[in-house]
């Protein structure tokens, strides 16, 4: 099964981390295309910059998504959020550009994107952001958010 994927299995891995780009990504076709599921990933080590001071920022990053046609690959999605280690921006702007690049390249039915960063000074900063694929029709957006709202209740316990 060749889906074109070059960062899983490959033997050698390139490490950037100043350059959080797109192109790092990589997707499969969904398994089950017709089927609607959730896939959530965690990445518990994100770190970026202050793009004021310099100083390290430190935080999760929870990634919950509906397929439609196309898959992240996890390997790439590490490689790409290792990407912002030395990258400047602020909470809001990562999470806001990795909803943008995870719907530029997998267009899912449903993507949510968490930033849950340590506090610093006192104030602990959680950005949200979210997308839905449209248009969908009212009966698959109403099945997509009960499944959403299952896989939270679920994780939560």
Known sequence: MDDGLTHLGSGSTRYSY???DKAILEVFKTPRRGAYFVVGLEC???TSLCPITGQPDFGRIHIVYVPSVLCVE???LKLYLGAYRNHGAFHEDCVNTILEDLVAVMDPIYVRVLGDFNARGGIAIKPLALKWKLPLAVEDKEAVSEMVSSYDRLLSR
């Open 74 to 76: 996890s390997k790439s």
């Open 44 to 46: 518990f080590e994100f």
């Open 18 to 20: 100043d350059s959080p």
